[in-house]
Nanobody, 121 residues
Framework: QVQLVESGGGLVQPGGSLRLSCAVS????????MGWYRQAPGKQREWVAR???????NYADSVKGRFTISRDTVKKTVYLQLNSLEPEDTAVYFC???????????????WGQGTQVTVSS
């Protein structure tokens, strides 16, 4: 069974940094785009960053210049480097990938289990 396994969340002071990871567990054929979303308490899930199959990146305005998305295609892993963290960045962060399990199938949406990021002094 294919799963996305996240790690790297935690408690950090304002101005601090964290690095989130999300790795594919299981056998797959290919991955399309990879991305990160977050959901703060009482709010809807919002998009944070995305990296396309070609390596192009896009960011939400609220994190541009502070967060960096990257990937390792061999390890089937996507990363999110979070710098200059602010209390408003506190949320559960979810990774998302378009995964193709075989040549005869299309891409399906997969989500990680979520990892908590708390920014507080």
């Amino acid at each position: 069974q294919v799963q996305l396994v996240e790690s790297g969340g935690g408690l950090v002071q304002p101005g601090g940094s964290l690095r989130l990871s999300c790795a594919v567990s299981g056998s797959i054929y290919s991955i399309n785009a990879m991305g990160w979303y977050r959901q703060a308490p009482g709010k809807q899930r919002e998009w944070v960053a995305r990296i396309t199959r070609d390596g192009d990146t896009n960011y939400a305005d609220s994190v541009k210049g502070r967060f960096t998305i990257s990937r390792d295609t061999v390890k089937k892993t996507v990363y999110l480097q979070l710098n200059s963290l602010e209390p408003e960045d506190t949320a559960v962060y979810f990774c998302n990938m378009g995964v193709r399990l075989s040549l005869t199938r299309g891409y399906d949406d997969y989500w990680g289990q979520g990892t908590q990021v708390t920014v507080s002094s």
